[in-house]
């Protein structure tokens, strides 16, 4: 079985995406907390995160995706007899396609009255390490870091060209996640700088 795991906070254009994956292309869904609760309520078959690892979402939603079924699924080479047994004996699938943005910290704290507290509420960690479990295995995974992606990624799936566009997908992500820990060093930088 070919899992995707979509968790995303902007949710733009999720729906057709989830569609075409789960109706077209056969995978089953996995997703944690609101992206799960949207999916869902499309009618569109979807698992828990929580309910796939058998560990429930703790400390008010920080803890969601940091598991080894998640990381596992996502980091396993699909050519290694070791990864292969490690999944086996700890009922890991293969998780082919990540579809992960992240908390929106920029947006945040672009707010004038936001407080110290809000901000590192919306510091993304669990969606940061999904994206680059999956861009660091981009042989075998796909990943998604924006909606603007998502139709030409169905069009790859299509003409068979997804394994093409991984590292060019890698390096987005990467770009990604370096802007994110950017806008989050400087903010705090800032912030400290006031005290």
Known sequence: MSYAL????????????ASVLHHI???????SGGTAAVISEADIPVIKVSDYTGSPEILGGRVKTLHPKVHGGILAKRDDEV???DREAN????IDIVVVNLYPFQETVAKPDVTWDEAIENIDIGGPTMVRSAAKNHAHVSI????EQYDIFVEALKDGSVDDMRPQLALEAFKHTAEYDAAISGWMYGRLLEL
Do not use: C, E, F, M
């Open 91 to 94: 009922g890991i699938g293969l």
């Open 6 to 17: 979509l968790s995303v906070s902007n949710k733009d254009r999720i729906l057709p995406l």
């Open 83 to 85: 990864h292969d047994a």
């Open 144 to 147: 998604l870091t924006n909606p």
């Open 25 to 31: 292309h056969g995978y089953t869904l996995l997703s």
